[in-house]
């Protein structure tokens, strides 16, 4: 739109937003007077709709990469699936609508669509690309290099401080994008409204309250979209313990996949986003779905575990059969299925994974003691920190037999509590951790011997720089009276 805007000054653009999450273009939401419909990041399966808006007299352009069996007869699409000419398949719909800009930009003599390359970043990374595109990694890089989106600015200045000031792939994936998601997720229209302009970088003033004064409508968004993160926040811890409770009284977890009715308990722009936390806490895959009365269906989001030995469960849950469609990615999608079939589907899953066990899997880079992993080596893995992004991932080290004193093990922070102990000058710290698992641990003995699977980190505080493991899952293996020293 900021792009149409520069190139053709006198075009007049309405753009609408859904109230939920929902995908495409509502051709009754489609004004009348309307010559041209752009629908970006979707529908180039929407035939029946590209149909109706063409015998409307509308031109349909779709800039697309979902995956798509044919393409439209009634739309222009450039989606990247189905051109068999460009290798880059993992480019999302923000990059599409980059490459069809640069194509104007050579057709009109122009050089506009380089201006918004912080976007491309931005949206790229939200939708989980694969970085091992050299491209997507290319424009990615470039992008976050060079931040000019007033919003995306006021962003990183709001979260400098988990940030640290870093401008990457990670602190964008953890502390930007998840702001924006949540408003898209649960704020209401008005929010979204506003967020939409602040990307549009409107010259509007809001007014704030608590300093009764008028600030930038990016200033205001950037606090708004914090404000709305917390409130998602809140929605989801109130609904997972109502989710667990279900489970424990129906007995789930005897089944392969965890699969639970969450009809009347959760907010339905939460289900992708809780499906994903128990996937986590169970360690398997997890379908949560609701009973739609439009259609009259279950429809639902999927979340597999990556870890297990089912590494793609939606190919998986297509080979079933019975499911009415299965569609997004190996193991985050969505997925609708007729009632009466969900129980014979929850029986052919059980039994065609009846020989798979819920153990984790860790692929691990580097196998260390407390004696032969160094300082050194973790401070040169977090130089690398820039690196770290979907398909080139941040090396995984295994420490065995970790031996600490159990009352050398800490449990630091009022709300997000971490667990902490240091050994050899290195500190292992575990982020969220709930009382209830200190107080076990410490409990196990006096003397603990401990395997640890973390990644490595540094804290620097006050200019000294201190090596870190951030602990992502351990075991104690042995536990013994503690050992004096006299």
């Not at 990307?199 to 007014?207: A, K, N, P, R, T």
């Not at 395997?451 to 620097?460: F, L, T």
Request: some cysteine.
């Amino acid at each position: 739109m900021k792009y149409l805007s520069k190139a053709f000054p006198s075009v007049k653009i309405k753009w609408r937003l859904h109230e939920g999450k929902e995908h495409g273009v509502i051709v009754d939401t489609v004004p009348n007077n309307t010559s041209l419909v752009i629908i970006p990041d979707a529908g180039s399966s929407q035939f029946e709709e590209h149909k109706k808006l063409k015998e409307m007299g509308m031109d349909v352009i779709v800039l697309d990469h979902h995956e798509c069996d044919e393409e439209s007869k009634d739309a222009i699409v450039v989606n990247s699936q189905l051109s068999p000419e460009y290798e880059n398949k993992q480019f999302s719909g923000v990059g599409i609508v980059y490459k069809f800009c640069k194509a104007l930009d050579e057709k009109l003599g122009l050089n506009y669509a380089d201006n918004y390359l912080d976007l491309v970043a931005i949206g790229n990374i939200a939708d989980s690309q694969d970085m091992r595109s050299l491209e997507t990694r290319y424009f990615v890089d470039k992008g976050l290099k060079n931040l000019k989106n007033k919003l995306l600015v006021a962003l990183y200045e709001k979260q400098a401080y988990p940030t640290k000031g870093i401008v990457n792939i990670k602190n964008t994936e953890f502390y930007i994008n998840p702001l924006i998601n949540a408003c898209i997720r649960v704020g209401t229209m008005e929010e979204k409204t506003q967020l939409m302009k602040a990307l549009l970088e409107s010259d509007e003033l809001i007014y704030y309250k608590r300093k009764k004064e008028y600030e930038p409508i990016e200033v205001n968004t950037a606090r708004m979209l914090g404000n709305v993160k917390n409130k998602q926040t809140k929605m989801r811890d109130t609904s997972i313990p109502l989710i667990k409770e279900k489970i424990e009284e129906k007995g789930l977890l005897m089944n392969k996949l965890l699969i639970v009715d969450v009809t009347n308990i959760l907010d339905k722009n939460l289900t992708g986003l809780v499906a994903n936390k128990l996937k986590d806490e169970y360690q398997r895959g997890t379908l949560l779905f609701r009973y739609n009365t439009e259609k009259q269906a279950l429809t639902g989001s999927l979340r597999g575990n990556d870890k297990g030995e089912l590494t793609d469960l939606k190919s998986f849950l297509i080979d079933v059969g019975k499911f009415d469609f299965v569609e997004g990615h190996a193991n985050a999608a969505g997925f609708q299925i007729k009632p009466e079939n969900m129980i014979e589907v929850n029986n052919i899953i059980n039994e065609k994974l009846k020989n798979i066990s819920n153990e984790i899997y860790y692929d691990v880079d580097f196998i260390f003691t407390t004696k032969s992993l160094s300082k050194t080596f973790i401070l040169e893995i977090s130089k690398c920190k820039d690196t770290w992004s979907n398909g080139v991932h941040e090396p995984l080290i295994a420490i065995k037999d970790v031996e600490v004193n159990s009352e050398e093990i800490y449990l630091n922070g009022k709300t997000s509590k971490t667990l902490k102990f240091v050994i050899n000058g290195i500190e292992y710290i575990k982020f969220f951790t709930r009382e209830e698992e200190w107080h076990e641990l410490k409990g196990k003995g006096e003397r603990l011997f401990i395997d640890i699977i973390g990644k490595g980190a540094v804290n620097e505080w006050n200019g000294e720089v201190i090596p870190q493991i951030v602990i992502e899952d351990y075991e104690v293996t042995q536990a013994k009276k503690k050992k004096f020293v006299f």
